[in-house]
């Protein structure tokens, strides 16, 4: 499990280097002096609000081992990974955490856990990996008398692989890596790479709508979706007979985004692909973000295929934020904006691919920086959430937001977006130096990638907070989706109604009874 106050793993930790220091200090003013912060002795917690009896039903389901109401069990599930959540484990004050963790080994016993709660007002918060960054894992009570974390680590099962159909059931608590070695070791990939790769499981990536870096070449997640299980208070839904259908709505959809409140997703049947024979790299320069991102539109309208593809601003290229391993440190290129492409599969059609990409892209206005920048982004392509841990130490305000439009409406978006960043941390106190990239494309349109960063000033809770409201009304106001793959949680409910309309937040309510009469999945989350 990751730490309980910042990301991954401690021993991956990411000391600012001189160039970033020297960053935060001439553009924001920050003399990145350590904030104080409470060790993990003396953290307070709520004492647990689970009755004796309440336990002991528990227990009597999953098992002596399997329920805990320690401390540090029920701190590492306290919520996920994002900066309101690391700035809440900074507070001296008493945290909130769940009552207890649960760690069910089947279905049977999901579905047993589900009814006692039902019956005993308890509150089920579903944990995967813990990576939220929108409040998905808040352990929020409301009218329960108690919450317990619902860990689903133990459902950690291949439980096949049709090498002629190329699909594979995954045990929703696999973790990424562990999916990958599982699949691996018969040959195959799922090839599902979210910045949350190294922590987040099968079930979370399904629960959350998950979309991975190589998007361009395998889809979202919810495209490699061919069939899912998940047990609700109501009972267990098998969705998924064929690969397409047209027996009535898709209810996989119903599921796949649901963030754990209509029920527990315990097994999920994925698209695979053979573990790819070849891979071709190369970067990219474009003079600007506007013609790069021309130049990307060209690439997925006219279908020419890359795995991956992605483009930096000229603030995010200027600052090396790319390739994270060198922020801070002197550009060997001046200005422009950064593009990575990578390409997967045979021989041959990596070949066909990229020469069929690269004339394309130098026909837009691109010039070549070969391999090594491409390279460079893959090797650190999950390392920038440590960076943001050591920039919340040092009194800097960092986090990341992402929305998605159409294409004609990207110039609007961004330029909405970043003034409502700017001005609000303005507001505050602070320069804000915001950055954006282009990472997730469509035929149709693209998702938009924030990084901010700025000076913590008087309360950076509620900062940050501020910021992210103006945010989020810019992307509502400039016809832009409220998330595009970090999914809703508590942080973004407050603009679903603006996202789904009314009757839409009444179908979600509507099917929020039928599948959880008691409302005890995940309450506070998704649905307004």
């Known amino acids: 499990m990751m730490q309980w106050n910042a990301w991954g793993d401690p021993a991956a930790a990411k000391p600012l280097s001189p160039g970033i220091r020297s960053l935060l200090h001439q553009a924001l003013g920050i003399d990145t002096d350590t904030v104080a912060a409470p060790t993990l002795e003396q953290v307070k917690l709520r004492p647990s609000a689970l009755s004796p009896a309440d336990r002991d039903g528990l227990t009597a389901l999953v098992g002596t081992e399997h329920v805990t109401v320690d401390d540090h069990a029920r701190l590492l599930r306290a919520g996920g990974k994002s900066t309101l959540d690391l700035l809440r484990r900074k507070d001296f004050g008493i945290q909130d955490a769940p009552d207890a963790v649960l760690a069910p080994g089947s279905e049977d016993e999901i579905a047993a856990v589900l009814g006692f709660c039902a019956d005993h007002s308890i509150a089920v918060v579903p944990f995967g990996g813990g990576t939220s960054v929108v409040g998905g894992l808040d352990p929020t009570r409301g009218d329960f008398k108690a919450v317990v974390s619902l860990d689903l680590r133990r459902l950690d099962a291949l439980h096949s692989l049709d090498e002629v159909s190329w699909e594979a059931e995954l045990g929703a608590g696999l973790t990424g890596p562990e999916a990958e070695r599982l699949l691996g070791e018969r040959g195959f990939s799922l090839g599902h790479f979210p910045q949350s790769f190294l922590f987040a499981t099968i079930g979370g990536f399904a629960a959350t709508r998950s979309s991975g870096q190589d998007s361009a070449g395998y889809g979202r997640f919810n495209d490699m979706v061919r069939g899912l299980r998940a047990v609700t208070p109501a009972g267990v839904l098998d969705l998924g007979r064929a690969p397409e259908s047209a027996a009535g709505p898709d209810l996989r959809q119903l599921l796949i985004g649901s963030e754990g409140t209509l029920g527990i997703i315990t097994r999920v049947r994925v698209r695979v692909h053979p573990v790819p024979e070849a891979t071709r790299y190369e970067a990219w320069s474009f003079p600007d973000f ?114 998605a439009t159409n294409w004609s409406n990207v110039p609007a978006v961004k330029s909405a977006v970043t003034e409502a960043l700017t001005g609000s941390l303005a507001d505050s106190g602070t320069p804000a130096l915001v950055l954006c990239h282009i990472s997730h494309v469509y035929p149709t349109g693209a998702s938009l990638y924030f990084t901010v960063v700025a000076a913590q000033r008087g309360n950076p809770i509620e900062q940050w907070r501020a910021a992210k409201a103006a945010a989020s009304d810019a992307m509502v106001r400039t016809g832009a989706t409220i998330t595009h793959h970090h999914a809703v949680g508590a942080d973004h409910r407050p603009w679903m109604r603006d996202e789904v309309g009314d009757l839409g937040v009444a179908v979600l309510r509507a099917v929020k009874s039928a599948l959880d009469p008691a409302g005890i999945l995940n309450p506070g989350k998704l649905i307004p």
């Open 290 to 403: 506007a013609t790069g991102a021309d130049a990307l539109r060209a690439v997925v309208q006219t279908g020419t295929g890359p795995t991956v593809i992605r483009l930096s601003d000229e603030a995010e290229t200027g600052v090396n934020l790319a390739t994270v391993e060198s922020i801070g440190e002197e550009q060997t290129a001046s200005g422009g904006c950064l593009a990575i492409t990578v390409f997967e599969g045979t021989d041959a059609h990596v070949a066909s691919r990229h020469a069929e990409t690269r004339d394309l892209l130098l026909a837009k206005g691109a010039t070549s920086l070969g391999e090594e920048p491409a390279r460079a982004w893959e090797h650190g392509r999950f390392n920038a959430p440590y960076l943001r841990d050591s920039l919340l130490s040092a009194g800097a305000l960092c986090e990341t937001l992402e929305t």
